[in-house]
């Protein structure tokens, strides 16, 4: 199964507020990487006045550029911010990505078994879901995503 990197900005009426807080700050890229890195995690985002906030500071640096760090720091100095694992709207991008790859595959030419042969593994979705989501109706027309 390869991995895929969600885009939050596509549904980003199912993010918590504090995500979509984030994301006007830093942008949805970026806030892509912060969940990745420290989603499901209570991260303080301290002043930089002790060891152990610059620490902090240093370990968002591994993911953030250093500018995108100073608006964190500058909205949320001295605040225990939660960083939400967001799998609700994980798991609808990837929904919604599925289906729409599944109907370009079949407007390919593909059969609805081959295209799922190929793309359950991909999204790691397992063929019993799959076939949920595409009995459920939530199939886009048109190559929508």
């Excluded at 989603?39 to 152990?52: C, E, H, M, N, P």
């Excluded at 620490?55 to 640096?61: E, T």
């Excluded at 993911?63 to 994980?90: K, N």
Aim: hydrophobic letters at 40%; proline letters at 5%.
């Amino acid at each position: 199964m390869q991995t895929i990197q969600p885009d939050y900005e596509q549904v980003q009426e199912l993010l918590p507020e504090s995500v979509q807080q984030i994301a006007s700050l830093i942008g949805f890229p970026a806030t892509s990487k912060l969940i990745q890195q420290f989603g499901g995690v209570q991260f303080r985002i301290g002043k930089g006045l002790r060891s152990s906030g610059q620490r902090r500071i240093a370990l968002l640096q591994e993911t953030l550029t250093p500018e995108q760090v100073a608006l964190l720091m500058q909205h949320f100095s001295g605040e225990d911010l939660y960083i939400p694992r967001c799998q609700d709207a994980w798991r609808e991008w990837r929904n919604r990505c599925f289906l729409a790859e599944i109907e370009q595959l079949k407007a390919e030419g593909e059969s609805l078994t081959m295209a799922l042969t190929l793309l359950c593994p991909k999204y790691g979705i397992a063929a019993t879901r799959a076939w949920e989501l595409l009995r459920a109706g939530q199939a886009p027309s048109g190559g929508e995503q």
